[in-house]
């Protein structure tokens, strides 16, 4: 049954985001979401795994804003090639792309904090710091997305 429901999503994906630059802006982040979780499930430390876990319901929160951007770009710029508009959409553009990229550098940083907190030894206290990267990518993140509809909305 999964199959066909992920044949519908990409029927969905092709109708409201195209097969162009607008598509890939939003699988980047949809991929990198996915990369942090793939990382979350290995995660022994349970302080370390609390706070992956509620950076990665705020990124991805995100993820309906990504898409209503990348649509509502499409319609303005509606090619199915990958060249990069101008103007404001050429913003959009470079927010949410920087977005996808933080996103990865975030799931990078989550997986440098269950490899050291799998090296620490178990003394009953948290990770601490551990996350402490991840949520600055995280934030990066979330400032990029914000500037992207700031720039989608005319601001």
């Known amino acids: 049954m999964a199959f066909f429901g992920a044949a519908r999503q990409a029927r969905r ?3 409201e985001l195209g097969k162009g630059i607008w ?3 939003h699988d980047r982040y949809l991929r990198g979401l996915d990369r942090y979780h793939q990382v979350l499930e290995g995660v022994a430390d349970e302080q370390l795994y609390a706070e992956l876990v509620e950076i ?3 990124l991805s929160g995100q993820l309906p804003e990504v898409r209503r951007c990348c649509m509502a770009a499409r ?3 509606p090619g199915e090639g990958l060249e990069i508009p101008g103007g404001r959409l050429g913003r959009v553009h470079r927010y949410l ?3 996808g990229n933080s996103l990865a550098a975030a799931a990078e940083a989550a997986a440098m904090a269950r490899l050291e ?3 620490r030894p178990s003394t009953g206290v948290g990770a601490g710091g551990g996350a402490g ?3 600055r990518q995280a934030a990066i993140v979330l400032e990029d997305i914000a500037e992207a509809v700031r720039s989608l909305d005319g601001g």
Do not use: G, P, T
Request: proline share 0%; charged share 55%.
């Open 13 to 15: 994906d092709d109708r």
């Open 23 to 25: 598509r890939r802006l």
């Open 56 to 58: 990665a319901n705020e």
């Open 75 to 77: 319609r303005e710029a």
């Open 97 to 99: 792309s920087k977005a």
């Open 117 to 119: 907190s799998d090296r």
């Open 133 to 135: 990267s991840v949520r």
